[in-house]
């Protein structure tokens, strides 16, 4: 991997531009996928509530689901994520990544749209199918940012260029909780959440269609200058198409720093998706929180996340360039302040009664959970960037089993939502699950580029997979 020096650097560029338009994208597609996690609740108020006579007197729909069927509800997008995930990854290796984007977010949006329509005919099967439909295409998301950003993002700015395209997570979960909460207590109602996400979705992906390129060569507006400044660091990146036939498929599915980024993933997903998709509902059951304060307090802590996230994406480069931190000793180091600061949290959250210190944690444990922009969400990148795309489709495939595994494990352990005993099973499992993951991603984890990294090379590539370099300490 070449070095280049910052005075080398043209400045700001193109390649921001390509980080600002992705770091968009990810917010509209999270103004897509969380917003049930708090139109539910508005969809559901408790009878004779206050919630529930203002929503009769407006005229907004209600229904009268079941836990389980909430539970299905909140799942049934993470099936069709699961489903799609792998493959839209292979797709991105063989077609164009900016094409295949910008197919994702329209569908996404068009059925966000027509949402409401739908439930108001059909019910809950109705709603099924759109999530289930939304998850498909929203697989496509991360596998092409990443595989588009590996081929703009230099090395030495590849933490703090990607690492502000994943805090769009953070924003748009913070944004859809706020602005959800504020539009479910109004008189518009819940449909407007579903009418405003949609809405900018399509507007996202007039802009990417505009001014978006999926690699240096097919960009209308960059520069010779840092055109030539990105190919040089990017220097085992090829900026084509790979060909199915030269992926190295057993090379990657018998590597440990995978799997241990597959692993730290997963658990990663089970956490956050533990929180988002429960939270409003904790907070309204069990701290008996008006449905306008739940979007307002839920989306509390993804604020707090989001703030961090631009000092931790800089001291970790900061550490790295210095070489006071190897990068993998970086990578683990901050994965497992977010994951096992997380466990410490949960076990916390499932044993406090009080109202205060209760959102204190909530707010610590997702703020935190910002580290592992530093960790594993970027450790793809770092084992290979020509098929940095196709890992993350790998990892985010397994990773969706979080999301799907959460809300129904949820559905089968809290059958009274008021019972603090019940919810606390659910926050100690969940400390559980984030200990083990991030166990195994420090004992096989690597930030080393792998050797089936190269595509010239992967014909007659022979390895031994279990003398890979896995670095127990960095």
């Known amino acids: 991997m070449n070095s280049i020096q910052k005075a080398d650097s043209p400045g700001l560029g193109c390649r921001h531009l390509q980080s600002l338009l992705l770091f968009l994208c990810v917010v509209s597609g999270y103004l897509i996928r969380v917003n049930l996690s708090v139109t539910i609740v508005a969809m559901n108020p408790v009878i004779n509530s206050t919630d529930y006579l203002r929503e009769l007197a407006d005229h907004v729909p209600i229904f009268g689901w079941t836990n389980s069927t909430r539970s299905v509800l909140l799942s049934t997008f993470f099936v069709g994520y699961l489903l799609s995930n792998f493959p839209a990854s292979v797709l991105g290796c063989r077609f164009n990544n900016k094409t295949l984007l910008a197919c994702s977010m329209t ?90 996400s949609g809405a900018i979705g399509l507007a996202w992906t007039v802009v990417w269609l505009l001014l978006g390129a999926g690699s240096l060569s097919t960009h209308r507006f960059i520069s010779q200058a840092e055109k ?10 090829v900026d084509h198409e790979i060909r199915l036939s030269d992926t190295p ?21 089970w956490g956050f998706w533990l929180l988002l998709t429960e939270m409003p509902t904790f907070i309204h059951t069990v701290l008996k929180f008006d449905i306008k304060d739940d979007g307002l307090l839920s989306s509390l802590p993804y604020l707090a996340m989001f703030v961090l996230q631009i000092p931790v994406t800089f001291i970790a480069d900061f550490l790295n360039k210095r070489k006071i931190t190897s990068l993998t000793t970086s990578r683990k180091f901050w994965n497992t302040i977010s994951m096992w600061g997380g466990t410490v949290g949960l076990i916390i959250l499932g044993y406090i009664e009080d109202t205060h210190l209760t959102i204190i944690i909530y707010v610590f444990i997702v703020a935190i959970g910002c580290s592992s922009n530093a960790g594993f969400n970027i450790n793809h990148m770092d084992l290979s960037p020509n098929y940095a795309g196709l890992l993350m489709g790998i990892t985010n495939t397994a990773a969706a089993s979080g999301g799907i595994i959460a809300p129904l494990f949820v559905g089968l352990v809290v059958d ?49 997979n279990t003398k890979q370099d896995v670095e127990i300490v960095g």
């Open 107 to 196: 569908i996404s949006s068009v059925l966000a749209i027509v949402s409401p329509q739908l439930v108001y005919m059909y019910g809950a099967p109705a709603l099924v199918a759109v999530r289930f439909a939304q998850g498909l295409s929203s697989a496509f998301m991360f596998p092409m940012v990443h595989g588009i950003m590996s081929k703009w993002a230099p090395p030495h700015e590849r933490g703090q260029l990607v690492g502000f395209i994943a805090s769009g997570i953070q924003l748009g979960t913070m944004v859809t909780l706020a602005v959800s909460g504020a539009l479910c207590g109004s008189s518009l109602g819940w449909p407007s959440v579903y009418y405003l």
């Open 228 to 237: 030539d400044y990105i190919q040089a660091s990017l220097a085992n990146t």
């Open 249 to 269: 498929w057993k090379s990657i599915f018998t590597s440990f720093p995978v799997w241990a980024t597959t692993i730290a993933h997963i658990g990663h997903n």
């Open 416 to 464: 009274d939502q008021t019972s603090v005993s019940e919810w606390r099973i659910v926050f100690i499992s969940g400390a559980i699950v984030l200990f083990v993951c991030n166990l195994f991603f420090i004992i096989f984890g690597s930030a080393k580029t792998q050797p089936w990294n190269s595509v010239h090379k992967n014909d007659s590539l022979k390895m031994d």
